[in-house]
């Protein structure tokens, strides 16, 4: 009897212990799943900053193909806000061609990276030296230098969607000597 | 003994189970440690953007006192990097104050914020008519549309340490009519 008890109560207490622990499993789990939302968070917040990055290095190239190699086909750049926004990365592709052309030795400096969600913010030093001539204006030679914030929009399948400059081109003019209608 | 051999099998499977939790508990233990830097990171950045934030709806609110509210006294104002950095809760209120009192309607809108670790940085729509005089200069009545991003760096106590922007005062300046110090 004494032992048949034993034998009884044994497994019952390992199963009280073992509910024990699947209350904490189940808590555990719901934990988990919080963490592991938490890290898929990051690393696709690192994964955006890692496109933005090697997006920009080929824009320090002037390599407007690699630039916007990662740009979705209705990407929409609206550069400093205050003009109409350039649509398509086609048309992109034209605009930035555009500027490298005027801007010969454009680039950008101290780049430090910052990601939150679908957003991503670079926070640099850009300059250039107007060397092309433009609408009628004979180019003046003179360089810009400006620090800068760019924001890039990112898909869930890492697509650049969106690109933000924030400093006007009124500053860029000022500095090169762009007369400004 | 049938009954027996079914109990001690119980048994065996219920201590298996049990070690095969115990095991994975050590390993999630192991986890753990990542997983609250992890949770730490975020928990800052949330309070970080929080903190700036309510900075923020202050400047809107034009309340100098509570835009300076959570800054460290010895906070930096860097404002674009073309001039001298400014040292000290005093100084930032005062120059702020001149500002709301030239534009007195000036305020920021459509924000977007990145909160990245120490830094918290916010695209915004900035707007504003100068109405009053302004360093010795003659308002025009002149409004401004500016974008810009504020950039503060908080400490680990959630301090404002440093505050920068980017777009250049010229570009408002232009806008407005104003003339910028030499």
């Known amino acids: 009897m004494k032992r048949s008890l034993i034998i009884i109560i044994l497994p019952a207490l390992l199963w009280t212990a073992c509910s024990n622990n699947t209350d904490t499993a189940i808590s555990s789990d719901k934990k988990a799943i919080k963490d592991s939302a938490a890290l898929a968070h990051i690393a696709k917040e690192e994964r955006n900053k890692r496109i933005v990055q090697q997006s920009l290095e080929a824009f320090n190239k002037h390599d407007v193909d690699g630039f916007l190699k990662d740009a979705s086909e209705d990407f929409i750049d609206y550069f400093d806000g205050l003009g109409p926004p350039v649509k398509t990365k086609d048309s992109a592709k034209k605009a930035y061609q555009y500027g490298f052309d005027m801007f010969g030795d454009v680039k950008g400096e101290d780049l430090k990276y910052s990601a939150e969600g679908d957003w991503v913010a670079v926070w640099g030093k850009w300059s250039g030296k107007w060397i092309k001539d433009v609408n009628g204006q004979k180019a003046t030679g003179k360089r810009y230098l400006f620090n800068d914030v760019d924001l890039f929009k990112i898909s869930e399948d890492g697509k650049i969607i969106e690109h933000r400059g924030t400093q006007a081109g009124i500053t860029v003019s000022l500095q090169v000597g762009y007369k400004l209608k | ?182």
């Open chain 2, 1 to 182: 003994m049938k009954r027996i051999f079914f109990f001690i099998i119980a048994a065996a499977f219920s201590l298996v189970a049990c070690n095969n939790k115990s095991e994975s508990t050590v390993s999630s233990d192991a986890k753990d440690t990542a997983k609250t830097a992890v949770d730490d990171k975020e928990t800052k950045e949330i309070r970080n953007r929080k903190i700036v934030m309510e900075s923020i709806e202050a400047f809107n609110a034009h309340d100098v006192d509570a835009v300076m509210k959570e800054a460290d006294p010895n906070t930096m104002e860097y404002g674009d990097g073309s001039m001298t950095p400014i040292k000290g809760i005093d100084s930032v209120k005062a120059g702020m104050k001149m500002w709301f009192a030239a534009i007195p309607d000036v305020k920021g809108e459509d924000f977007k914020v990145v909160a990245d670790g120490d830094w918290v940085m916010v695209y915004g729509k900035w707007t504003g008519t100068w109405k009053n005089e302004f360093m010795g200069q003659k308002a025009t009545g002149k409004s401004f549309k500016i974008y810009d991003v504020d950039i503060f760096k908080l400490n680990e106590d959630g301090k404002i340490m440093e505050h920068h922007n980017v777009q250049s005062p010229q570009t408002t300046a232009y806008q407005i009519g104003m003339k910028m110090p030499k």
